[in-house]
């Protein structure tokens, strides 16, 4: 079992940065592929981005690309979201996710789901 918190979201104006931190418990942490993912308002949730076990292999949605960056330290068994150059179309809530196994890209492979942590981007 995983438990992920997330934290770092809040009020930036366009053209700042954020960076959020998800932190999990469990010992096996380095053992799950961790994502990033966003419910904007009226939207479904959407990919963001997502980093592999030993954080070699990272994904973005085309969206972020450039500007977010995912990253992982399994010593402290964080996952991080550095979100640069952020635009008001960025304005979600932002969840950290855990998985074993499947499409890193679509929701539905993850097991282990944070509650969340609001971002908004003033223009």
């Known amino acids: 079992q995983v438990q992920l918190v997330e934290s770092g979201g809040g009020l930036v104006q366009a053209g700042g940065s954020l960076r959020l931190s998800c932190a999990a418990s469990g010992r096996t942490f380095s053992s799950y592929t961790n994502g990033w993912f966003r419910r904007a308002p009226g939207k479904e949730r959407a990919f963001v981005a997502a980093i592999n076990w030993n954080g070699d292999i990272t994904y973005n949605a085309d969206s972020v690309s450039g500007r977010f960056t995912i990253s992982r330290d399994n010593s402290k068994n964080t996952v991080y979201l550095q979100m640069n150059s952020l635009k008001p179309e960025d304005t979600a809530v932002y969840y950290c996710?855990?998985?074993?196994?499947?499409?890193?890209?679509?929701?539905?492979?993850?097991?282990?789901w944070g509650q969340g942590t609001q971002v908004t981007v003033s223009s």
């Open positions: 996710a855990a998985q074993y196994s499947g499409s890193v890209y679509s929701d539905r492979s993850y097991d282990y």
